[in-house]
């Protein structure tokens, strides 16, 4: 049969050739160079060549055709992706490394080999079951799903494929661990071993400010405005990453190398709007930051010309600035000798949020404090604790049966009073109406109880923006 002529205005052909093939062929739009972009389709059958010239006109039509030209592995788009663009300065270094990581070990052994455009969320979904069969944990899929999720979505963005199918794939179910945080007495019992070591107020401020790691370390003096009692946060410490500055022949591992040379910054900006943020200080934290800056300024005179000045709130005994491993391992030190149990550096962060929340400090107010962008994260660090629960306690008790003081005989709860006014009504006569009036009288009495015991608890809250609470003396 011989060859049709290409239809006219760019409109699509069907033709079967010499073979028995059927072909189709698709105008797509142009080409980078300038030069029409016409999609060649060959196949036996000819309803399935007919099927694919609809779909990519279908795709043509809605502005989703893929770029001409495009085609390829999961694995080479996966390695341009990572070394071109999820590259620094578009993205923190932090996540750059999280997302290579997922590349080289996850997803190139797992899914590269497959054609990119042919990728579904099947392929995907295996992957996760398959990585937390050999014992991996969760999260670990879980993070691996986000990173291609964003390497796919820049794909789409570029036309090379026509979806994101990371978006239809289940993402791994990560089952949070409920955190308890420290009470109060336990904060006061860590205090006071962390008080006899250098930085002692490196850990007041993460329990009673629910600073991070990176923000404390991060801190430098002109953050301070102590006579305002202020602190503004802005930056935060990096964990130190290393290279070999022995030409890698000590056969130790970058960080252990004798020569190891830092290959990455000391600070960062903090990554969010929210967690750039001005905090009240309490004044004994004031007080305890001045007495700091006296000890190291005695530090300073010490160490003479081995100093390193950096103006560090935290920092060794020469001024550099602490590692984020020697602030892990000097936490685990402080719960052992307090003799409190195991719990991790920011576990401190969940137990000042928590006391902002025995504090009924507002939802707003305690967002500002942490540093936090949404209220879900409030429900991941603050916790309903036994302190929470005796208090709610009370009051429903003091708001039903009064005063705990008064003997329960003389209350009856409310459903009673209202059962005697019907039965009373059904009885009728001058005395029954007597004695519902009195009751009446009695509930106007109870409801005006009511409203003043809610309007003192209104009165009774305090805004504070000074940190949290019991520590600080902040709340009578």
């Excluded at 239809?7 to 797509?28: E, F, P």
């Excluded at 661990?177 to 962390?194: G, R, W």
């Excluded at 003043?452 to 809250?461: I, T, V």
């Excluded at 805004?463 to 003396?473: C, I, K, N, R, S």
Aim: charged share 30%; aromatic share 6%; with cysteine.
């Amino acid at each position: 049969m011989a060859k049709a002529k290409r239809n006219l205005n760019g409109r699509s052909t069907l033709y079967q050739s010499k073979d028995g093939k059927w072909h189709g062929r698709v105008s797509m739009g142009v080409r980078d160079d300038g030069k029409p972009d016409r999609r060649h389709i060959e196949r036996w059958d000819k309803n399935e060549v007919i099927a694919e010239i609809k779909r990519l006109e279908k795709l043509r039509d809605e502005g989703n055709a893929p770029k001409a030209g495009g085609r390829m592995k999961v694995e080479a788009w996966l390695t341009y992706w990572i070394n071109e663009v999820a590259v620094v300065p578009t993205i923190r270094q932090s996540t750059h490394d999280g997302y290579r990581v997922d590349v080289v070990h996850h997803l190139i052994p797992g899914i590269g080999q497959h054609w990119l455009d042919k990728l579904t969320f099947t392929h995907l979904e295996r992957l996760y079951a398959k990585m937390q069969t050999s014992g991996l944990k969760p999260a670990t899929a879980h993070h691996v799903h986000r990173t291609i999720r964003v390497a796919l979505g820049e794909a789409h963005r570029r036309q090379l494929v026509t979806r994101n199918v990371a978006k239809d794939a289940k993402a791994p179910v990560i089952e949070e661990e409920e955190i308890e945080p420290y009470d109060v007495d336990e904060i006061k019992d860590l205090l006071e071993v962390a008080a006899l070591r250098r930085n002692s107020a490196r850990w007041v401020l993460a329990l009673a400010l629910g600073l991070r790691q990176g923000e404390a370390l991060g801190l430098k003096w002109d953050d301070f405005d102590l006579d305002k009692g202020i602190l503004r946060i802005r930056r935060q410490a990096i964990r130190p990453k290393y290279a070999h500055g022995c030409g890698d022949v000590c056969g130790r591992k970058p960080g252990y190398c004798p020569q190891k040379i830092r290959t990455n910054p000391l600070t960062a900006v903090v990554k969010s709007k929210a967690g750039r943020r001005r905090i009240g200080l309490p004044p004994f934290v004031v007080a305890l930051l001045r007495r700091h800056k006296e000890a190291q300024d005695a530090e300073r005179v010490a160490a003479g010309d081995k100093w390193q000045e950096g103006g560090w709130v935290f920092a060794k005994p020469d001024g550099s600035i602490l590692n984020t491993n020697t602030d892990h391992h000097e936490w685990k030190d402080l719960l052992e000798e307090a003799g409190l149990r195991e719990g991790r550096l920011h576990d401190a962060r969940h137990t000042a949020a928590t006391v902002l929340l025995i504090l009924e400090v507002s939802e707003r107010t305690t967002m500002s404090i942490m540093g936090w962008s949404s209220t879900a994260n409030a429900k991941r660090y603050q916790h309903v604790i036994d302190a929470i629960r005796l208090s709610v306690a009370r009051r429903v008790g003091d708001l039903l049966w009064g005063n705990p003081g008064v003997e329960a005989s003389g209350w009856q709860p409310l459903e009673d009073h209202f059962r005697q006014m019907v039965e009373l009504l059904d009885t009728g006569g001058e005395l029954a109406l007597s004695r519902i009036a009195e009751m009446i009288t009695m509930l106007g009495e109870i409801e005006t109880a009511i409203r003043k015991a809610m309007e003192d608890e209104g009165s009774d809250r305090q805004e504070v923006v000074t940190g949290t609470g019991e520590l600080a003396g902040t709340r009578n």
